[in-house]
């Protein structure tokens, strides 16, 4: 017999939703129960940011810097930074140590100017980036960010059945996932049932991260370093 010949399933709004209530079971889907299936996708996806798991998500982004100037309001649907570099004229460009609260706030004087070598995330709405030291001239920042997920807004766009911005690979885990969720809120499922599905949505998400837990792409906090120049 012969293949397909494609490789393009993909699912939409809709396609999860269902797949969520078909292995939940019991009535029919009501028009609310459609509204609320969007909404536990966008709070599961929330959750996922939490997780600190969407490499589909990671962008690499610039951001000029300015003399004297520490902070840089980020776009605020960035979830968080994972490395980042400062590069100089010539190009060359120099690892940067991300640094936590309490080690940012001892800093006694942030408006020391030099080649900035250690930043702070304020994980604002929109996230705010602080740098030390005070840039001594105009340089550029490199860095890899992970994004949010984009929002579930509806069921279609202008007529067309809305896609979702998660990967082939994540699919089972989103389903499965998103059955869980609607169990805890829809009448009538036993705990035993949501737990089951509990278990099964946390082994899909072990596998998800197994998929992509490589050197070149595990995300892992950086150490603080509180040596500062």
Same mark, same amino acid.
């Given at each position: 017999m012969a293949l397909s010949?494609?490789?393009t399933f993909t699912l939409t709004v809709n396609d999860v939703i269902q797949e969520a209530y078909d292995r939940l079971g019991g009535d029919p889907i009501l028009g609310y129960d459609v509204r609320s299936a969007r909404r536990s996708l966008n709070i599961m996806f929330s959750d996922w940011a939490n997780r600190g798991y969407n490499q589909w998500t990671v962008e690499y982004k610039t951001q000029a810097v300015t003399q004297g100037t520490t902070d840089y309001t980020l776009d605020s649907d960035t979830v968080d930074i994972i490395n980042a570099n400062i590069k100089i004229a010539d190009g060359s460009e120099y690892a940067m140590t991300r640094l936590g609260l309490n080690d940012y706030a001892v800093i006694s004087n942030k408006t020391t100017q030099s080649r900035p070598t250690? #930043? *702070?995330l304020q994980r604002l709405i929109s996230p705010i980036l602080k740098i030390y030291?005070?840039?001594d001239q105009s340089y550029t920042i490199t860095y890899y960010r992970m994004r949010r997920i984009e929002d579930i807004t509806a069921s279609t766009v202008s007529?067309?059945?809305q896609n979702i911005d998660v990967p082939f690979?994540?699919?089972?885990?989103?389903?499965a996932g998103l059955a #869980? *969720?609607?169990?805890?809120?829809?009448?009538?499922i036993p705990a035993a049932t949501q737990e089951i599905l509990r278990v099964d949505y946390e082994q899909a998400f072990e596998r998800l991260i197994a998929g992509d837990d490589t050197p070149s792409t595990r995300i892992l906090p950086a150490t603080a370093n509180r040596f500062y120049n």
């Open positions: 010949g494609s490789s250690q #930043y *702070y030291p005070a840039p007529g067309v059945e690979r994540a699919f089972e885990c989103m389903c #869980y *969720y609607l169990s805890k809120k829809r009448p009538g």
